[in-house]
């Protein structure tokens, strides 16, 4: 296979669209409850949009190596679960108000409640790993669920350190975000009954197509557009989170630019927010930004390229390809 040119995401999506369609069955038959509460935030925060890429990754493995089993479904719908939980719990612990253009659960439902909600979706989660019946995948998952949270105990010990640097800030995302990724592609290898060679370059990709996706948001943070993001630029800043825009741009810039950018990082002095957005752009801190996402979206690209040539390897191909054009 060649390196692809980027195109419509829309038509990869189109490849696993019914199965999609029947992971939202599953979604929905799962999220009952007895407590009418559980259901209403639960169905709020998952009706909110979202392309879905962690379960849409594990239905493209799933297709490009040929399993058309129902555990896909389940075990899509997991994932998707997982990632709810995480999502529900953020904004508790980010006080956001905002996601996806319209109010986080926790700004229409109170903290406790999304807390608990969350809660309830890891352990309906975990219910659903068991219908699988193998071992090798609750492995999977629960090491998965675990190293997640250690991500997000990372990123609060983080936030407001200035000093954070590029390492520390690619073992967060890898743990925090790139680790579902990574196991939703290699679920996909396991339900094929992959050799070992095979599932690890599935899992390769998931975690390089993660890190990507995070690189570009956390660009998106700083150049993107509000309306289309669902949320404001600096958002980050605000919650006193340092990316790679902002360490970078302390690295290139000048004395001066360094200490505000650091000020604001660790005293929450957002007053200047339009001089740090402007120090962000200028030193060239999104350029070395991108180039970063650009190294781990080749990287998905080359572990992609290991797979039989069909149209759902096409699709993989393609995901991580328009990874670096994306702008929502």
Known sequence: MTTPAPSNTAAVLALV????????????HRLASGVPLVSEVSKYIISSGGKRLRPVLLLLICGA???????????????????????????????????????????????????????????????????????????????????IAEGEVMQLMNMHDASLNEAGYLQVIRSKTAKLFEASARLGAVLAQSAPDIEAARAEYGQALGTAFQVIDDVLDYDGNAAEMGKNLGDDLREGKVTLPLIAAMQK??????QLIQDAVEHGNLDRLDDILHIVKSTGALDVTRALAAEEAQRAIRAAQKLPANPYSEGLLQLAAQLLDRRA
């Open 17 to 28: 669209a019914q199965d999609m369609n029947d992971v939202d069955q599953v979604i929905s």
């Open 65 to 147: 190596l040929g399993y058309t089993g129902p555990q896909r479904h389940n075990l899509a719908a997991v994932v998707e679960f997982i990632h709810t939980a995480t999502l529900l719990h953020d904004d508790v612990v980010d006080e956001s108000t905002l996601r996806r253009g319209r109010p986080t659960a926790n700004e229409s439902f109170g903290n406790p409640a999304s807390v608990l909600v969350g809660d309830f979706l890891y352990s309906r989660a975990f219910q659903m790993m068991v219908d699988a019946q193998d071992m090798r995948i609750m492995q999977i998952l629960s090491d998965a669920t675990n190293v």
């Open 253 to 258: 810039g000048s004395a001066a630019q360094k």
